[in-house]
């Protein structure tokens, strides 16, 4: 008996409202009858996930459960509607469609009519990938949109443990018995001139409790000091999230345009007097003057400030003597702290244990990422370009006249049944009926013609995006490679993972370069050679 293709699809839906999961259902529906009806194939089952991101794997268990099924040799096949479904994370989906492949297990795309074990399976499908990656990115700025609206009326965000404050329906309600104790600590920093950890010990030695019960520490107190919410003020946005896909929040600088700083004065009743505020304010910055200009940004090499730790996040700044003709780069937080991990009493991470780099490596491997893409572009330019117009005319523009000339039907039939009703030909009770009849087919069809007209709109988005990006590659030029001068601007960071692994993102174009390397020394002769043993895209 011939063994049958044993096949398993996956369904997801991003939010938990009833239409969304009322198409949960039809979509495990269907994908359990299709499977069903095909000769050969057995179905194994439909593995789905509901109100959940796609931009992420961690928290999708129907998906995560799948792929440990495929790891103990259950699954063949794996079918899903499209890209986009599957993961908006083009690494996720780069990495787990690799992955699966290594099992011997291929998946079908198929609304994009992609399959994984075709020849040009992988770079359709990073194109399709990064596709749904930009719409993911568009839904977040419409997200973003609305809260910056929100935040500029003075709603409250994110802040829902403030000492000194609690958020009662929306707003900023001061607590007396902590508001004291900001009011002393602005007094002691300002008038007795005690410093941040001086101010914590006291605290601390008061048994003054803080507001989620640990010790104080310096730290907190600066945050308090520089804490607007105090004098009546809130300013939102302070932080922002740096990805739709990661969701890693960092420090918001004003500088990003979609990401503004917002503040709105006298916001709230204040704990301390606007001029108490400024002094401290003023004796903040004169006291960090000097720290300031030794943390301040050297524009001195190319790779400052670009490059950063695969394993902890934290920058590398150069180790040693910066005047050597050749200079080493090192985790920040091994300088500190050394290679020994462990954690802080507030649960920080000190220590790593990732390798040093060299500047002379960092510039070959730099080079040897532009010269494969000035190498390749003209290949790649085509195939995105062939690739788009085959994906869009797989989804063909559709007229909508006949759809707009429906509704109006169905309206002139909603005021012919008024008028029945006037002329008590029908009850009011048929009339209600008769609209609410006529208002469902009108929203079907109004949702109908929305539809054909966002898939018009997707299609001009996609390739406006794909132009941007082959402009960006076309405007680099053969000598650019070699020409260090050029990195700076066309170097936007340098990720060093472990074992001699860098991820090298450019400003010009939408993916990432992993390079893998490795170093020759000759020490009699005080030399070494630089070996560049891989280098590929990933998403």
Known sequence: MEKKTRVAAYCRVSTDMEDQLHSLASQIEYFTEHISQQEGWELVEVYYDEGITGTSVKKRD????????????????????????????????????????????????????????????????????????????????????GNRRMMERGVVFGCGRVYGFRIVEGKLVVQPDEAKVVEHIFKMYLYERKGTPTIAKKLNEDAVPTINGKLWAATTILKILRNEKYVGDLTQWKFRTESHLTHRRVRNLGDHEDAPIITVTDHHEAIISRELWDQVQQELEERGRKTREGRKHSGRYWFSGKVSCGKCGKPFSITGNHSLPSRTLRCINRGRFGAEIRQDTNGDQLGCDNETVNEHVLARCVQTVLENLIETRDTLIAEMMDDIRTMQQSEPKH??????????????KKRKAMDMMFEDLISKEDLKEQIAYYDSKIARVTAEISGHQDTDLKHR???????????????????????????????????????????????????????????????RINKYDIFVDMCEVIL
Not at 63 to 85: Q, W, Y
Not at 399 to 412: A, D, F, V
Not at 483 to 499: G, S
């Open 461 to 523: 988005r996609q390739m406006e995006q794909i132009n941007r990006h082959i402009e960006k590659i076309r405007s680099l030029s053969d000598g650019d490679a070699e020409d260090i001068t050029r990195y700076p601007e066309l170097v936007e960071k340098v990720i060093v993972q472990e074992n001699r692994t860098l991820d090298i993102y450019l400003q010009f174009v939408p993916f990432c370069f992993r390079v893998k390397y490795h170093v020759d020394k000759y020490p």
């Open 62 to 145: 129907g998906f995560n459960r799948m792929i440990a099924d495929c790891e103990t040799g259950k699954i063949d096949t794996i079918l899903t509607k499209e890209v986009s479904r599957f993961a908006r994370n083009t690494v996720d989906t780069l990495n787990f469609t690799r992955k699966l492949s290594a099992m011997h297990v291929n998946v079908i795309f198929m609304n994009d009519g992609i399959n994984t074990f075709d020849k040009d399976g992988e770079l359709r499908l990073t194109i399709m990938a990064s596709l749904a990656q930009e719409e993911s990115r568009k839904i977040s700025e419409r997200v973003k949109w």
């Open 399 to 412: 007229n909508t006249k006949p759809l707009g000339e429906e509704i109006e039907k169905l309206k002139l």
